[in-house]
């Protein structure tokens, strides 16, 4: 598992707590690649405590200087994973840890290169968002999914997926957006290489700690990520 950390001091310890109980509790081996970009609220600090508490072996951080990006975290702490099933969620509690036996089964049933979390088919949705932002969110989804054409995927914004290995392997080398956009792409990539793409419905849970990394200067990228896409891919 993949956990990505900007300004997530409050939050790592609480996700990392419910992942330890879900994993253990089913009985998976499991292991947690942190990477913390520079945090200024010494998150990696406390990503250093979890590891003196669950031993290296089930928590690995990796630390980079400066904030250089979602798709280039994920590279990092792909170099650092040692299993054939990668998982990549947020650190903010949005993503709760209960859906993932939920996706694990999926890909056993169906051999599945990704299963993906997502918020628009039935049993899935938000909660704790106002209405403006539902609006937004969806607007987002509609307008990716009207100019990309990704197949089968009904949440191309959503960041929540289970992978196998040699399928993130493949694709992340690809991906060449930043931000928000770099979870439309991948998948974009991922239905040109003909892979197979399953989804588990799950519901999306604003954050309670800390600050929405969702400004207008991401809202910018993202759009701007979109028509590119639109004529790249």
Same mark, same amino acid.
């Given at each position: 598992?993949?956990?990505?950390?900007?300004?997530?001091?409050?939050?790592?310890?609480?996700?990392?707590?419910?992942?330890?109980?879900?994993?253990?509790?089913?009985?998976?081996?499991?292991?947690?690649?942190?990477?913390?970009?520079?945090?200024?609220?010494?998150?990696?600090?406390?990503?250093? &405590?979890?590891?003196? $508490?669950?031993?290296?072996?089930?928590?690995?951080?990796?630390?980079? /200087? =400066?904030?250089?990006? @979602?798709? #280039?975290?994920?590279?990092?702490?792909?170099?650092?994973?040692?299993?054939?099933?990668?998982?990549?969620?947020?650190?903010?509690?949005?993503?709760?840890?209960?859906?993932?036996?939920?996706?694990?089964?999926?890909?056993?049933?169906?051999?599945?290169?990704?299963?993906?979390?997502?918020?628009?088919? &039935?049993?899935?949705? $938000?909660?704790?968002?106002?209405?403006?932002?539902?609006?937004?969110? /969806? =607007?987002?989804?509609? @307008?990716? #999914?009207?100019?990309?054409?990704?197949?089968?995927?009904?949440?191309?914004?959503?960041?929540?997926?289970?992978?196998?290995?040699?399928?993130?392997?493949?694709?992340?080398?690809?991906?060449?957006?930043?931000?928000?956009?770099?979870?439309?792409?991948?998948?974009?990539?991922?239905?040109?290489?003909?892979?197979?793409?399953?989804?588990?419905?799950?519901?999306?849970?604003?954050?309670?700690?800390?600050?929405?990394?969702?400004?207008?200067?991401?809202?910018?990228?993202?759009?701007?990520?979109?028509?590119?896409?639109?004529?790249?891919?």
């Amino acid at each position: 598992m993949i956990l990505p950390t900007y300004n997530e001091r409050e939050n790592l310890p609480l996700i990392f707590y419910m992942l330890h109980r879900m994993f253990t509790t089913k009985a998976l081996s499991f292991e947690v690649v942190i990477v913390d970009d520079s945090s200024p609220d010494n998150t990696l600090e406390v990503a250093k &405590k979890l590891q003196q $508490v669950y031993t290296k072996e089930q928590v690995k951080i990796v630390s980079r /200087k =400066g904030k250089l990006g @979602l798709g #280039t975290a994920y590279a990092a702490g792909l170099k650092e994973c040692t299993g054939e099933r990668v998982i990549l969620m947020d650190a903010d509690l949005s993503h709760h840890p209960k859906f993932i036996p939920q996706m694990i089964l999926k890909m056993n049933a169906q051999d599945y290169d990704i299963v993906s979390g997502t918020r628009y088919r &039935k049993g899935g949705g $938000v909660a704790g968002w106002d209405l403006k932002r539902k609006i937004t969110s /969806k =607007g987002a989804n509609f @307008l990716a #999914t009207f100019l990309l054409d990704p197949g089968n995927a009904s949440d191309l914004t959503g960041s929540f997926r289970l992978y196998k290995r040699e399928a993130l392997e493949k694709i992340l080398p690809q991906v060449q957006s930043k931000g928000y956009a770099f979870q439309m792409e991948i998948l974009i990539l991922a239905k040109k290489a003909e892979m197979t793409l399953g989804e588990v419905p799950i519901t999306f849970v604003d954050r309670i700690y800390g600050e929405s990394k969702l400004g207008a200067n991401e809202i910018f990228l993202y759009l701007k990520g979109l028509i590119k896409l639109f004529f790249t891919t």
